[in-house]
């Protein structure tokens, strides 16, 4: 089964920064677009960002535009997102997985982001 290992989130007062990496492993890491997705609590996980999958193409949701950038080293199989200028909006629990994963899918325990001063 495929398998995901989120970590770099921590707690972070507003206008931080924090880099997330994610480690993906069992499948063909290089025949996928990837996905940065994020929980708040009481909220559905929505999609933030995503990378083609040899990185040629990216896409940001609105809210993150201009603050995060997600980037992929498919020779290690590992995607990242970089997150600068974070709010305590941006608090959540991130998680990395093929770009249009569903619940059905496999997910990792994700990563804890905590904006607050």
């Known amino acids: 089964q495929v398998q995901f290992v989120e970590s770099g989130g921590g707690l972070v007062q507003p206008g931080g920064s924090l880099r997330l990496s994610c480690a993906a492993s069992r499948f063909i890491f290089t025949d996928y677009a990837m996905s940065w997705y994020r929980q708040a609590p009481g909220k559905e996980r929505e999609l933030i960002a995503s990378?083609?999958?040899?990185?040629?193409?990216?896409y940001y949701k609105d809210s993150v535009k201009g603050r995060f950038t997600i980037s992929r080293d498919n020779a290690k199989n590992t995607v990242d997102l970089q997150m600068n200028t974070l709010k305590p909006e941006d608090t959540a629990v991130y998680y990395c997985n093929v770009a249009g994963a569903s619940s059905s899918h496999a997910w990792g325990q994700g990563t804890q982001v905590t904006v607050s001063s």
């Open positions: 990378i083609s999958d040899h990185g040629g193409s990216t």
